[in-house]
């Protein structure tokens, strides 16, 4: 059974910081990977998708990678803004439509 | 365009009673998803509809839970006599995945369920 973690559970640092959000999986076999931004009472944006294929995707000040090998993803965010505050969640496929979702990431940023 | 809506925004219950909660996804999108996001934990997955069918009904926590989609677009969960611990944000999600594999879903604001 697939399972996600997110480590920090929350994460406050000074704006301008360059900071990484980890997820991990304990399946390898994965379809894609997923990260998304959830303010609260909002839904979740998704942010950057990584294809099992990939090693790495970029938006922005954004830069996921993907080492499915080690059921490892990080989240780079780079040069961090009070507007990045939000929770960061990271998901899984296995090839279906189904997404297992991680914890989340509280991240703060202060100005 | 318009993205997912859903309905109630948030809706405050008596142990016991019924609720309905409403997802209107992205005009077009044949694939609809229910998850439930539990204080402190993950998003759990629900259910899925490829239009107006559930392939798979297996995160339903119980048979109180059921959902619908008519006409290949609207959906309702249905929560009947609920429990406190059906308290929950209900996130409803679409995308135009036509029948296999993953692609970006696009998720509504949710529905906040309080059971008193």
């Known amino acids: 059974k697939q399972e996600v973690t997110q480590i920090p559970a929350a994460l406050s640092v000074p704006e301008g910081e360059n900071l990484v959000l980890n997820c991990s999986f304990t399946?390898?076999?994965?379809?894609?990977l997923q990260w998304f931004r959830q303010d609260p009472g909002k839904g979740l944006t998704s942010l950057l998708l990584i294809q099992s294929s990939q090693r790495e995707q970029t938006s922005g000040r954004l830069n996921a990678s993907l080492d499915k090998s080690s059921g490892r993803s990080t989240l780079y965010i780079a040069a961090s803004q009070p507007g990045d505050s939000a929770t960061y969640l990271c998901?899984?496929?296995?090839?279906?439509?189904?997404?297992?979702f991680g914890t989340g990431t509280r991240l703060k940023v202060l100005a | 365009g318009a993205g997912v809506s859903q309905s109630p925004s948030n809706k405050v219950t008596e142990k016991g009673k019924d609720v309905e909660l409403r997802c209107d996804p992205i005009?077009?999108?044949?694939?609809l998803y229910w998850y439930r996001q539990s204080l402190g934990q993950g998003l759990e997955f629900l259910i899925y509809f490829q239009g107006n069918s559930a392939p798979d009904k297996s995160g339903l926590p119980s048979d109180r839970f059921s959902a619908e989609r008519t006409g290949g677009s609207v959906s309702t969960l249905t929560i009947q006599r609920t429990q406190q611990e059906d308290s929950a944000v209900y996130l409803c999600?679409?995308?135009?995945?036509?029948?296999?594999?993953?692609?970006?879903?696009?998720f509504g604001p949710g529905t906040r369920l309080t059971v008193l």
């Open positions: 998901a899984v496929s296995s090839g279906t439509y189904k997404y297992i």
């Open positions: 999600a679409s995308n135009s995945l036509a029948g296999g594999g993953t692609d970006t879903q696009y």
């Open positions: 399946d390898s076999a994965i379809y894609n």
């Open positions: 005009s077009g999108h044949t694939a």
